[in-house]
């Protein structure tokens, strides 16, 4: 994936990290700095990030509503594992849905997030 121009940073490494930039759970300040420089040089790493933060925004207000405070830290890990994901397609139509699903009994709870994504030939 490119968009013909030359960057420092290569698309691939930019798109691996946008979960966790978006995050901000990169402790390194050149590594952040090589990302925004890209986004600004990128359209297409652009719109990712913003697809990417739309998401992490989703989930995140997904889990503060539904979540156990017990549950909440492993789920968010799987969520993020999920949705890391590289799959280097922003030029795909992207749709997405999320289930959510909670069972809760007397001696345990069971959770169960389920995300469909889907990218279709614009
Ligand atoms: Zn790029």
Same mark, same amino acid.
């Not at 968010?76 to 397609?89: G, H, K, L």
């Not at 809760?104 to 995300?115: A, G, L, Y």
């Given at each position: ?18 979960v966790?930039?978006?995050?901000? =759970?990169? /402790?390194?300040? @050149?590594?952040?700095?090589?990302? !925004?420089?890209? #986004?600004? =040089?990128? /359209?297409?790493? @652009?719109?990712?990030?913003?697809? !990417?933060?739309? #998401? ?18 492993q789920l968010r890990n799987n969520v993020n594992a999920i949705i890391r994901e ?29 995300i ?7």
């Amino acid at each position: 994936m490119s968009c013909g121009n030359h960057h420092n940073t290569p698309c691939t490494d930019v798109l691996h990290a946008i979960v966790l930039y978006i995050d901000h =759970e990169i /402790a390194d300040q @050149a590594s952040v700095q090589a990302i !925004e420089l890209h #986004i600004q =040089e990128c /359209a297409p790493c @652009a719109a990712r990030t913003t697809q !990417e933060a739309l #998401i992490n925004q989703q989930l995140k207000a997904l889990l503060n509503r539904s979540c156990r405070e017990e549950a909440s830290e492993q789920l968010r890990n799987n969520v993020n594992a999920i949705i890391r994901e590289p799959s280097n397609q922003p030029y795909l139509q992207w749709s997405q849905s999320i289930t959510y699903t909670e069972i809760t009994t007397d001696s345990f709870t069971h959770t169960r997030v389920e995300i469909h994504e889907r990218y279709e030939e614009e």
